[in-house]
């Protein structure tokens, strides 16, 4: 919960700051939003660590012997 408040946070801030210069700027405030929301997703991204190790092993370091990933993969 804690990091959906900081990710909310910051996306919120990243698009109010680009509708901010938008205006100042009189640009069209849909293109300012839509990169202001980018901005945003890029800075959550570095800020809120993943919460699962993914990790990708063949089927000897996973345990499964030939027959069994034969049977997975739909052949027998």
Do not use: Y
Request: charged residues 15%; hydrophobic residues 60%; aromatic residues 6%.
């Amino acid at each position: 919960m804690h990091d959906l408040l900081i990710s909310l946070a910051v996306s919120v801030a990243a698009v109010v700051l680009a509708c901010l210069i938008a205006t100042l700027l009189r640009q069209p405030l849909l293109f300012w939003g839509l990169g202001g929301s980018a901005v945003g997703f890029a800075v959550n991204c570095l800020i809120v660590p993943p919460k699962r190790d993914v990790r990708i092993v063949d089927d000897a370091e996973a345990g499964i012997d030939a027959s069994a990933a034969a049977w997975e993969g739909g052949v027998r």
